[in-house]
């Protein structure tokens, strides 16, 4: 009968421990809930496990909260502060970082070895304000997706990940990654995402899917950090460029194309792409392919203003082959997001950080000022916009109820100075802080 009486009490016990949740009330001074739309003042935001419950007008205190009496109710003082929406960076390579050594890691580091470097970048990632970011392109090995899986879990702290894996690229393009290494070490090297022809790009893409890619990084063009003198031009063929973008959308995955030159935009446009990554030599005729498809730019600012100066730099550790696209493609970044913003494109917030140090993602920022964006526009794009553009709108984004409770808070107005974000104090990610000014 003892034993009876314990099944029986069992559930009511798992039933009362589950009742109990924290629940956090955040006090916001001025509240971006919508970036775009105009701020909200002297609000509460109240959120239960890793979800936004509501937006109250006024100050709650633990009295006012909607809690269960056995709940832990905590209040967050922010009444100084400017909170906005969890930020996104919607280009990043967490697993790397540029550095003289590099090419030397590609073959010393363990894919273990390269999951422990990624949990260090995701961490100072988050702690910058960025509780979501797209990893558009980390190899073959699934170090990538282990550190996905840690962060969404908690078991580190990191941004959620959306990651496309290996990045589809022709057999001595952008991304093949194998250039100046010996044969066989170049087989060594060999990554999934290499393919030739529509039927194996095809394969690759679902290779990739296979894997557990969120979505889908495609080379249409050049670039500038591969060991190889082959330009910024187009380097896929308009039939490999529409297999894979129809195959990524049959699959249910968006599609992306790093893209220099305006042949290889227009080219990955046409193909139907959702985003260009780059996109330094798009024009007016390339705007309006924009415009047709709804496709988003993604201008990496900061990558075209850190390989500049280090094309500049007589010490450079950049490879003769890297140093002249750097001095070529670099100084003209600046300009071309100017005219993606005077066209009217889309713009969604990345970084390409890898490239320059993780952590310093807000220094995209003042670049999207410098080229015309105005604060509030540039805090959409990594916000709003950059939940559009990896189509998550529905979960993040935006400060309402039902979406995942992602703040960040800085204490000066991002809205007067775009740069009170390259300091952000407040950081909660999934209903949990991990940053705070207490």
Known sequence: MRFVLSLLVLP???????????????????????????????????????????????????????????????????????????????????????????????????????????????????????????????????????????????????????????????????????????DDVAELLHSSGVCDGAEECRKAVREQIR???????????????????????????DEELAAIVETAHAMGRKATAHAHGKGGIDAALRAGVDSIEHGTYLDEGSAKLFKRSGAYLVPTILAGVTV???????????????????????????????????????????????????????????LLVEAGLTPMEAIRAATVEGSRNLGQEDLIGTVEAGKKADLVAVDEDPLSDIEALLDVDFVMKDGRVYKSPE
Do not use: C
């Open 12 to 182: 009511a016990l798992i039933l009362s421990s589950a009742a109990a949740e924290t629940v956090h009330l955040v006090q916001a001074g001025t509240l971006l809930a919508v970036p775009g739309e105009e701020p909200l003042h002297d609000v509460t935001i109240v959120v239960r496990g890793d979800r936004i419950e509501r937006v109250a007008q006024g100050y709650l205190s633990e009295a006012g909260a909607t809690a269960e009496a056995s709940d832990d109710v905590v209040v967050h003082d922010l009444k100084a502060m400017t909170v906005m929406p969890g930020l996104i960076d919607g280009h990043v390579h967490l697993l790397s970082e540029n550095n003289p050594n590099q090419r030397l890691q590609r073959v010393e580091m363990s894919d273990a070895g390269n999951a422990l470097i990624g949990a260090k970048h995701a961490r100072d990632t988050l702690m910058a304000g960025f509780t979501t970011v797209r990893d558009v392109g980390a190899g073959s090995g699934d170090a990538i997706f282990a550190l996905r899986a840690a962060t969404e879990k908690g078991y580190l702290p990191g941004p959620r990940i959306f990651a496309a894996g290996a990045i589809i690229t022709p057999t001595g393009g952008h991304a093949d990654g194998t250039q100046g290494y010996r």
């Open 211 to 237: 894997r557990g890619a969120d979505q889908i990084k495609l080379t249409s063009t050049g670039g500038v950090l591969s060991n190889t003198a082959t330009g910024t031009g187009q380097q896929f063929t």
């Open 308 to 366: 500049a100066e280090w094309a500049k730099d007589p010490d450079t550790f950049l490879t003769p082959f890297q140093k002249a696209k750097a001095a070529e493609v670099g100084p003209n970044m600046l300009a071309m997001a100017r005219l993606a913003h005077e066209q009217g494109i889309n713009i969604a917030f990345g970084t390409d950080t890898g490239v320059s140090k993780h952590g310093e993602n807000a220094r995209e920022f003042p």
